[in-house]
């Protein structure tokens, strides 16, 4: 949402708060005026006084931030990506694929593929079920690829996932 319009939201809110501060008020005015038989001398009356001032200094601290945020605020954009849309393994041309797996002996290019078949990620010990390797070599291959800025691979819990790299 835009600075301004939570500012006017804030501010909604602020007049909401005043109007229930002033028929509470009315309210215990009515109440303390006809239990109370002190007259004005009755502590009551102080502490209504007492409450409603705290109520509207709150009221008005809260119109404040709504006036800070309309005028003040500056407007902050936070874009979040799933990994998919990090990593797309359609942006890999023919070309570069050639390039990549060139480069690669047999056993990286098999994993390496594997992590391409999986839309761009898998998990670790996926890798070691798709590819017949055993954990540790499937952790060599993995370190050479991510040593070439191929992949990345990623904590998650006890296992890694693996993510190509644009």
Known sequence: MENKVVGMLIIGIAI???VI???FNKALNEIVGTSC???LTCPMWRSISYQTNVSIGIMSFVVLIG???IFFGKEVRIVTKTVKEQIN???ITKENYQKIISNLNVDEKAVFEKVIESDGTSFQSDLV??????KVKITRILDRLEGKGLIERKRRGMTNVVILKQ
């Open 89 to 91: 393994p359609k942006n």
């Open 129 to 134: 079920d798709k590819t017949g390797f055993h």
């Open 67 to 69: 006036l800070y945020m």
């Open 16 to 18: 909401f708060m005043g």
């Open 21 to 23: 501060i002033s028929l």
């Open 37 to 39: 038989t002190e007259g």
